[in-house]
């Protein structure tokens, strides 16, 4: 006989139990071809594009000196900038949660900001601000420091973008720790570092490396931002979607579908390692999987 804490299944008239959704055949088969649709067959299509090219033909378009510039150039810059976020973006959710401030809705809402606001407009705003005419450049060239233009530039772009990501996916999982761990280990005589390091982030670094993994793959396939403060320089300040884009205008299509298939297997093969760390961090707290 079920214990009371055992929770019964709603039981239809002939005893069988109701689910609230279909059957396991017919939702798999939606879900495949839903897949199938709007990611496998997209993707299938660019594999099978570059392969019209030769293996010379294909080590040719992806490794000339201007595209391995600008392999360098975009993931350096979406890993610097993702760093950056995951240390700012924690600040930024542990000022919202744990403080009560005039203003805090405000706040809370310009963190959405670089989501409700279309690229290019970013991308135009950081120029204006970044110019050597600009309001915060003006100030800064003079010493020497050039922003726009730059791969700085284009790491302040990243940095814009992606900060949500790691704010929205930290947020909620600090709101939901419990406050009275913090509390024990301070009155075993911890210090606030020591409670932070071995009570608060084992706790949130699951969600962590999901913000940085977000906020890193949104940075590697960034344009519209970056655009108009990168300054477009072959060999110093462009990045590979541009490279992309530039293939596609002179209509050498598999020429871009080779580069974005790089772009593709390391980025895939990254956020794998990254998934790969989340499952290890889960498995040390002791989380299920």
Request: proline share 6%; aromatic share 10%.
């Amino acid at each position: 006989m079920p214990s009371a804490a055992t929770p019964l299944a709603p039981v239809t008239a002939r005893g069988t139990s109701r689910k609230v959704l279909p059957g396991f055949n017919l939702t798999l088969g939606y879900t495949v071809m839903y897949l199938s649709i709007i990611v496998l067959i997209p993707l299938s299509a660019l594999v099978f594009k570059t392969f019209t090219l030769t293996w010379d033909q294909f080590w040719v378009a992806v490794t000339a000196p201007r595209v391995m510039a600008s392999y360098r150039l975009t993931f350096g810059a979406s890993l610097i900038a993702a760093l950056v976020n995951l240390v700012f973006g924690l600040l930024v959710a542990w000022v919202l949660v744990r403080y009560k401030f005039p203003g805090k809705r405000i706040v809370d809402a310009l963190v959405d900001l670089p989501f409700a606001l279309p690229t290019a407009v970013a991308g135009i705003s950081l120029t204006a601000l970044l110019a050597g005419n600009g309001w915060v450049g003006q100030f800064l060239e003079p010493h020497g420091i050039k922003l726009a233009f730059t791969p700085a530039g284009i790491v302040i772009a990243l940095i814009f973008i992606g900060l949500p990501f790691v704010v929205r996916t930290v947020q909620p999982v600090l709101e939901d720790t419990e406050k009275e761990l913090e509390e024990a280990a301070s009155s075993l005589g911890a210090t606030r570092l020591q409670t932070f390091m071995r009570v608060i982030l084992p706790a949130i670094m699951p969600a962590l490396l999901t913000g940085f993994a977000m906020a890193f793959a949104r940075a590697i396939g960034e344009y519209g931002s970056v655009i108009f403060i990168a300054g477009n320089m072959p060999m110093i300040s462009e990045i590979t979607p541009l490279i992309i884009i530039g293939k596609l205008e002179q209509y050498d299509y598999a020429g871009a579908t080779a580069v974005a298939l790089v772009m593709l297997v390391l980025s895939f093969l990254l956020l794998l390692v990254i998934n790969g760390l989340q499952t290890w961090q889960r498995r040390r707290a002791g989380a299920p999987l």
